[in-house]
């Protein structure tokens, strides 16, 4: 015993003395980490799986068989139009998480313990949206197999479902920004939680996801024809019958780009001032 502590000290000297640093993690590891993260949140707050599960389930049931005889003449037919609509919506809706979860971590602290971390600092954000693609692809599975249950009949198969997913995937990622400059900017999740509402609702009810748009008044109707919603629902809608409309597809994926260029910098440097 008395041989071990005369000889920790020189231990602990020699491995002061190392100027090496140990390697840092990457930031491919330092991003799947904090997606993992996100996915712990769901594993212990299970009550998170609400909107992407219980919710779209709700809208489709509902307004299938309570509206799609006086809107389609039956509810089969309905269902074959209102279903890529609240595929649409369902998604859309979900992507504030990405904002409440940034937000959420700043007003527990957690935010100021990341930069004490020798780390690649975007990746906290990376990891969510890691996480956040994950909910995307579960609810899209949610809902395209109970539309199949309900009767719904995908015209281009397989692949057509799969290209409207990776549409919307995109879509939403590239909206994600808007709630993550927010979550960085609002002072509490209720605040940043009640303005996405006013900019989703509008956007998402206001559209042609329920309704096609020349049934409404031509004032209206204007509004929902630029409405970037509109064409997103358009584009899904057309993949998933196997009429993809490519003008339709070229303004999502244009608005998609467009949303990426101007919020991505700027929630990365409003993250990088709180630094």
């Known amino acids: ?12 000297r020699t491995v002061l003395s190392i100027k090496e640093r140990p390697p840092g993690l990457s930031p491919l590891a330092t991003t799947l980490a904090f997606g993992w993260r996100a996915m712990l949140k769901i594993r212990h707050v299970p009550e998170q799986l609400f909107d992407v599960t219980a919710s779209p389930i709700i809208f489709l ?5 309570l509206f799609g005889g006086a809107l389609a003449g039956s509810t089969g037919a ?6 890529p609509g609240i595929l649409v919506m369902t998604i859309i809706m979900i992507t504030i998480y990405t904002g409440l979860g940034i937000n959420q971590d700043i007003k527990k602290g957690v935010f100021d313990r990341f930069r004490s971390l020798p780390i690649w600092r975007p990746s906290v954000i990376a990891g969510m949206l890691l996480a956040d693609g994950a909910r995307y692809t579960m609810a899209s599975a949610v809902m395209i197999l109970l539309g199949l249950a309900l009767g719904y009949h ?4 397989f692949s057509g479902i799969l290209l409207s997913v990776l549409l919307l995937l995109a879509f939403s990622s590239c909206l994600s920004w808007i709630w993550i400059a927010l979550g960085l900017v609002m002072r509490t999740p209720e605040s940043l939680m009640a303005v996405s509402m006013m900019i989703l609702f509008p956007l998402t009810f206001v559209s042609n996801v329920f309704v096609a748009p020349q049934t409404m008044p031509g004032w209206l109707e204007s509004f929902v024809n630029v409405n970037p ?14 009429a993809p409309d490519a003008g339709e597809i070229a303004i999502v994926l244009a608005v998609s780009a467009a949303l990426l260029l101007v919020f991505c910098p700027l929630a990365i440097r409003l993250y990088q001032k709180r630094q």
């Open 1 to 12: 015993m008395k041989d071990e502590t005369t000889f920790q000290p020189e231990m602990i």
């Open 61 to 65: 049931l509902m307004f299938t068989y």
């Open 154 to 157: 995908p015209e281009a198969g």
């Open 229 to 242: 919603v509109t064409h997103l629902v358009t584009a899904v809608r057309g993949l998933i019958t196997g």
């Open 78 to 83: 309905y269902l074959q139009f209102v279903l």
